[in-house]
Every structure is written in C-alpha cells, then in structure tokens.
C-alpha cells in the first residue's frame, strides 16, 4: 500500500516562495505520473500541476503557469512543488497523488493515492 507525505507548508507572504514535498513509501512512484491538488476554504479540490514518470511530461493549471515548478526524485521518490510570486488565492491544503497509471491526468479520478495534506496560508 503507497503511503504518501506531504511537507513545507506554512504562512508565506505574498510574493514570496515556498516549496512542497511529497515523499512517498510502501510503493513505487517511478512508474506513474504524479500530481498535486488543493483545496481551497469551501471550494472543491482542483488540479495544480501534474509530473510524468521521467520528469520530462509536466502540466499546470492556468493560473499558477510560470509560477509553479513541480519536479521529481525517483530515486528518492519524491515529488516536490516550487511555489514563486504566491498570491493570497494559492491559499489552500495541497494534497499529492499517484496516477493510476502513466497519464498525466489533471482531474482527481485518475489519482488512486492521496497523502494527507498540507497546509499553504498565503497572507498579504
């Protein structure tokens, strides 16, 4: 069973960086693209940016294109989330996810895995 971890959440002011972890154990991640979602206060979880198998296939939501960067460590199996120029609308609890396969997909029912959820309070 994959267990996946989320880290380096907190309070960020805006216009400044942060960067998630997610660091996954009881499985492999090499094989399959992996995402990251948020959920915002009251609102439903949302695609961010999304990462292949071999770190070359990578997709972002429109409004965090240019500003987020995800990237991955297999070896490590670890998929991290560098967040610049954050806005107060970034606020929200990031969650990653495993594919269910290969496809790097931008909608939650392609994800079978979830971690936990951390926390990003972006405050002016």
């Known amino acids: 069973q994959v267990q996946l971890v989320e880290s380096g959440g907190g309070l960020v002011q805006a216009e400044k960086s942060l960067r998630l972890s997610c660091a996954a154990s009881?499985?492999?991640?090499?094989?399959?693209?992996v995402g990251w979602f948020r959920r915002g206060p009251g609102e439903e979880r949302e695609f961010v940016a999304a990462?292949?198998?071999?770190?070359?296939?990578?997709r972002y939501r429109d409004s965090v294109q240019g500003r987020f960067t995800i990237s991955r460590d297999n070896a490590k199996n670890t998929v991290d989330l560098q967040m610049d120029s954050l806005k107060l609308e970034d606020t929200a609890i990031y969650y990653c996810?495993?594919?269910?396969?290969?496809?790097?997909?931008?909608?939650?029912?392609?994800?079978?895995?979830w971690g936990q959820g951390t926390q990003v309070t972006v405050f002016l």
């Open positions: 996810a495993r594919s269910r396969g290969a496809a790097v997909l931008q909608t939650p029912s392609g994800y079978n895995y």
């Open positions: 009881g499985g492999n991640i090499s094989t399959y693209a």
């Open positions: 990462v292949g198998f071999n770190g070359i296939t990578k």
